[in-house]
């Protein structure tokens, strides 16, 4: 039997907005099932890296694979889940956790399939996975923030995607539910899913991430164990944000449910 490409191998890969470089001349592999943390200041280049794994960025120079495809070239969608930076969910019509995590299979089905027994099946497993079965028919508008962020990932994960990537998961949600989502992306890490968390603050997620990659001035400046990546952290400067191209949504707007009490807020 072959040995599996790696989930993730840029070789000098430069990266950006229409002819616009921001990381410049990369090399990066990572594993099957790596569990990785891309760090870095605001305008180091991080998110960039992690768009241009999405197909979000462009490609400028060099090679930049996923799952052994040119990136944009992979036939199935669904392997690959990707969870924004913003922590709660857009939607002018009201829709239940169910609905909304069933979105993240149509990447498996495509736009006009219906789903069948198994995939609503993987459905509720990945609610049941963020530790939202209890919530799965109510409308997500009545969520805390942190739960939000949580049918977010119950969304990707709908898909049974072999890479995660994900923006700042921790940023705008409390402690506890830090805590949840550690637990949640150790389950998904054991599984054997190669996670990628773009975030400026590895702490919450120390647990569960192995390896660090410190983006500075577009370029790696540190590759190996997370607990190594803590001297590089500190000593980046804090630069420009990276630009993006016009009209360019850097994620998605909120779903706004009225004032919250601090009783509403999650645990």
């Given amino acids: 039997m072959s040995e599996r490409p790696p989930a993730i191998r840029l070789r000098g890969a430069t990266i950006g ?5 921001i990381v410049r001349d990369v090399d990066l592999t990572v594993g099957s099932g790596e569990a990785v943390a891309v760090l870095g200041s605001n305008g180091s280049g991080k998110t960039t890296l ?10 400028l120079d060099g090679e930049v ?12 969608r669904g392997r690959v889940g990707y969870v924004p930076q913003r922590h709660s969910i857009s939607g002018a019509v009201p829709a239940t956790v169910r609905e909304v995590a069933g979105v993240g299979r ?4 495509g736009l006009f399939r ?4 198994t995939d609503r099946r993987a459905v509720v497993d990945a609610v049941a996975a963020v ?15 942190g739960q939000q962020r949580r049918v977010l990932v119950a969304r990707a994960l709908a898909a049974e995607p072999e890479l995660l990537i994900m923006d700042e998961p921790t ?6 539910s830090q805590e949840a989502l550690a637990d949640t992306l150790a389950a998904i890490s054991a599984s054997g899913t190669t996670l990628v968390v773009v975030t400026h603050e ?15 001035h577009g370029r790696i400046a540190y590759d190996g164990p997370l607990s190594g990546a803590a001297h590089h952290d500190e000593h980046l400067h804090h630069h420009p944000p990276e630009r993006q191209p016009a009209g360019y949504r850097m994620d998605q707007p909120t779903v706004t449910s009225g004032p919250r009490t601090t009783a509403d807020r999650e645990r």
């Fill in 17 to 21: 907005y229409g002819d616009v470089p």
């Fill in 50 to 59: 992690s768009r241009g794994l999405l197909g979000l960025a462009t490609v």
């Fill in 65 to 76: 694979q996923v799952l052994g495809a040119p990136v944009g070239r992979l036939r199935e």
């Fill in 106 to 109: 149509l990447a498996r089905l």
């Fill in 114 to 117: 219906r789903l069948g027994a």
């Fill in 131 to 145: 530790g939202l079965a209890d919530r799965l028919d109510d409308p997500v508008a009545a969520l805390s923030g």
């Fill in 171 to 176: 940023a705008g949600v409390d402690a506890a």
């Fill in 202 to 216: 590895s702490a919450p997620l120390a647990g569960v991430l192995t390896r660090a990659v410190v983006v500075d």
